[in-house]
């Protein structure tokens, strides 16, 4: 079982860097007003969702009690970058709040995994 956990934990840490490289990336073409959500925001942000969600669900299947606060908060945070993602994905263009509301915020749930203890 903590094989998987590990396996689910890179995984979650690959969707971080999908969503926050890709909105990283962006950032060029705000300037230029050509800056879209790309596939793999999108993409990045499910797999945060679903990886989330089953690593929670390992915690209590080893028999832990997970912080469900800060979970609730992560979630919360997620789903508004989630709803981000999809009102503006199929918009040939998106303004640089958008973009760095997606950056910033995915910088905040890793904040609030890290320090939150």
């Known amino acids: ?3 998987v956990k590990g396996i689910l934990v890179v ?3 690959i969707g971080f ?3 926050f490289g890709g909105a990283l990336a962006q950032l060029p073409n705000i300037k230029k007003g050509t800056a879209k959500i790309s596939a793999g925001i999108l ?3 499910s797999l945060l969702f679903a990886t989330g969600l089953l690593l929670v669900g390992m915690i209590y299947a080893l028999g832990g009690q997970p912080n469900n606060a800060k ?3 992560k979630l919360v945070v997620l789903l508004v970058i989630i709803a981000l993602v999809l009102i503006n994905r199929k918009k040939p263009q998106v303004s640089g709040g958008v973009i760095g ?3 910033g ?3 905040v749930n890793v904040a609030l995994a890290v320090l939150w203890s």
Do not use: D, R, Y
Request: no cysteine; proline share 0%.
């Open 1 to 3: 079982m903590e094989i």
């Open 11 to 13: 995984l979650h840490i």
């Open 17 to 19: 860097g999908v969503v």
């Open 43 to 45: 993409h990045g942000s």
């Open 71 to 73: 979970i609730g908060v």
């Open 101 to 103: 509301a997606i950056a």
């Open 105 to 107: 915020l995915s910088a």
